[in-house]
């Protein structure tokens, strides 16, 4: 259960969860216990210490959407297990786990929505299928959204929590990486923006594709945000990697992000670049 | 590798009375071709037995065709471009304009080093951000004078570490395959050695995908697969294995267009054949491409990348 800190304290953890299956849960900064339906209202946010506690892709999806205006667009699609891939377990059984804990087909969840009164095409990935990797599945959904986006002409807006690309899939996996970027450069030809939204983690090969084609880009406080893992950067190149490594603040320092905003602002910054790119002040 | 001894004691006996029948002694004709037939034979036999991790290995040998050397046996003329006008050249990916028989095109290429220090320096052909930015300056000028994009693909993959990172090498990579996508020219990428990962694809997405039958293309190393997904590095060969990197898997599954024969043994055994084969055959793909109207060819290609590895049914058609 990775958990994870960036400079300013803020932390992520991550558990496997099934949706609603207890009223209460325990912030592991600081003990407390905090009703369920109390951290709706407060966007996940332990009320005592100001951790994060992690989003579903659901919560993240209610979080940022106005109330009532969120559609989803479903294809239905699921793994074909291309290289009928097993290591210690059989990939098969990796994917009925994770559809049953998530109740998604996928890591990805693709709707239409309202922003601030403002319609966007929704692409929200969720962490707890296999670390929100990037397989055919996700590949397709991702490239479904931005075509439908072109098509309708409104606004993408990607929400990444991805380890990368997934294994299991091999190289079918690495061609969602063309995949999506083939999709993206159809939306760009459409003069459409793109908001790609960087949360825990933003990483590999989701990184390496379409998440780094955005128009605008804004981080999350507790994002990590960075191509290659840290055991494999100390590994290779013996180097001890500077504290702040691969947090939102870091990126931003380097250039590879516009905003920083805590969790509670998310929203609000999401409105704010809405209304800027949209451009439908003219009616 | 297989065990290769008896196939190094017969090149050697070979060699032996190559010489001896240059010293003029006697006429070892006969035995000589008997050898040789015995020395094939004994070749086919182990090449056919190669297991995922054997072909990784072959992939992977020193003395493999590759990089700088192989451009220079294959093009008739090549003109390198060095740097990415933004502060940094990298010497693991390199390229310029280049003639291959009759056409004209701009070359891109991993290069992993022959002596130790080359080898450091190019950091075994793990390409930078700088390298990625060369190569996006490199398809800048290939589209604007109407140059073939041909890419020669060998690397473990992109280079990680601190700089990497403080340089947006994700962001670097993303934008290679999203120009290589969108040139106006026609492109081909051939898998020569190692093909690996967001270093590979970063400067594979193109037209035509080739892969030299002996050269890998994964999304991960056989060693990292053992040891994120088996937690065990003595799991690598099973990992090689379960990945279906080889290039005989990946036409099988549609993801690649055609395998460039070596010869038995691996390219390794004749260099000079295998540039010869590999200029023939790029010279041949790109005489094809260049008949196809620009349109037609940037739609087919829209239509491999939308389309490639998808899930084929939907599970619930709602």
């Known amino acids: 259960m990775p958990i994870r800190r960036d400079s300013k304290g803020r932390y992520v953890e991550v558990e496997l969860r099934r949706a609603e299956e207890t009223l209460w849960l325990r912030c592991r900064e600081c003990g407390e216990l905090v009703f369920r339906r109390k951290l709706k209202e407060t966007n996940h946010i332990c009320p005592r210490c100001g951790a994060y506690f992690f989003l579903t892709a659901q919560e993240r999806i209610a979080s940022l959407v106005d109330r009532d205006t969120y559609a989803p667009i479903e294809s239905g699609y699921a793994s074909d297990d291309p290289l009928a891939f097993v290591d210690r377990r059989p990939y098969r059984e990796r994917l009925d786990e994770a559809q049953a804990i998530t109740g998604l087909n996928d890591a990805v969840v693709v709707g239409r929505g309202m922003v601030d009164g403002r319609p966007l095409l929704l692409a929200v990935m969720d962490f707890r299928f296999i670390g929100g990797s990037m397989g055919q599945v996700v590949g397709e959904e ?19 929590a991805s380890g990368g690309a997934r294994v299991q899939e091999g190289a079918v996996s690495l061609m969602q990486m063309a995949k999506t970027v083939a999709a993206r450069n159809l939306l760009a030809a459409a003069n459409v923006p793109f908001i790609a939204v960087f949360t825990y983690p933003s990483t590999g090969g989701m990184l ?76 | 590798m297989v065990d290769d001894s008896a196939i190094r004691a017969l090149e050697a006996k070979l060699v032996e009375l190559r010489q001896m029948m240059e010293a003029g002694n006697v006429d070892l004709t006969e035995e000589l071709a008997m050898l040789e037939s015995k020395l094939l034979k004994l070749r086919r036999e182990q090449y056919a037995r190669m297991s995922e991790w054997d072909r990784v290995k072959l992939a ?18 090549f003109y390198e471009l060095r740097g990415d006008r933004m502060g940094g050249d990298d010497p693991a990916l390199r390229g310029g304009p280049a003639i291959l028989g009759d056409h004209r095109v701009m070359l891109l290429f991993h290069h992993r080093g022959s002596t130790p220090e080359e080898q450091r320096a190019c950091r075994h052909g793990m390409a930078t951000p700088e390298g990625y930015r060369k190569s996006l300056r490199l398809m800048e000028i290939a589209d604007r004078l109407k140059l073939p994009v041909i890419s020669l693909v060998d690397t473990p993959g992109a280079y990680p570490g601190v700089q990497s990172e403080e340089q947006n090498i994700a962001g670097a990579i993303a934008q290679s395959i999203s120009r290589m996508l969108s040139l106006n020219v026609p492109t081909i990428a051939v898998i020569l050695g190692e093909g690996g990962s967001g270093g590979a694809i970063a400067v594979a997405a193109a037209d035509r995908v080739l892969m030299m039958e002996n050269a890998t293309y994964s999304v991960i190393s056989p060693e990292g697969a053992a040891a994120i997904l088996w937690k065990d590095p003595s799991a690598t060969p099973q990992a090689a294995q379960a990945l279906r990197l080889t290039a005989p898997q990946l036409l099988e599954l549609e993801l690649i267009d055609a395998i460039v024969p070596e010869a038995i043994g691996g390219a390794h055994t004749d260099p000079k054949r295998t540039a010869e084969d590999l200029r023939a055959t790029l010279c041949q793909q790109l005489t094809t491409l260049c008949e196809r109207p620009l349109d037609e060819l940037r739609h087919l290609r829209y239509k491999r990348y939308r389309n490639a590895g998808s899930a084929r049914t939907p ?3 709602s």
């Open chain 2, 60 to 77: 992977r040998h020193p003395e493999r065709p590759r990089g700088l050397p192989l451009v220079e046996a294959m093009a008739h003329a």
């Open chain 1, 142 to 160: 991702i490239a479904v959204a931005l075509e439908r986006a072109a098509e309708l002409r409104i606004p993408f807006v990607l929400v990444v």
């Open chain 1, 208 to 283: 390496a594709s379409v998440a780094s084609l955005a128009d605008v880009t804004i981080a999350e406080l507790g994002a990590m945000i960075g191509f290659a893992g840290p055991r494999v950067i100390e590994q290779t190149t013996g180097q001890r990697l500077p504290e702040s490594f691969q947090t939102a603040t870091f990126a931003l320092e380097h250039g590879v992000v516009d905003q920083v905003v805590p969790r509670e602002s998310l929203r609000a910054e999401l409105a704010r670049a809405l209304l800027v790119l949209s451009g439908d002040h003219n009616g």
């Open chain 2, 315 to 317: 599970t619930d058609p």
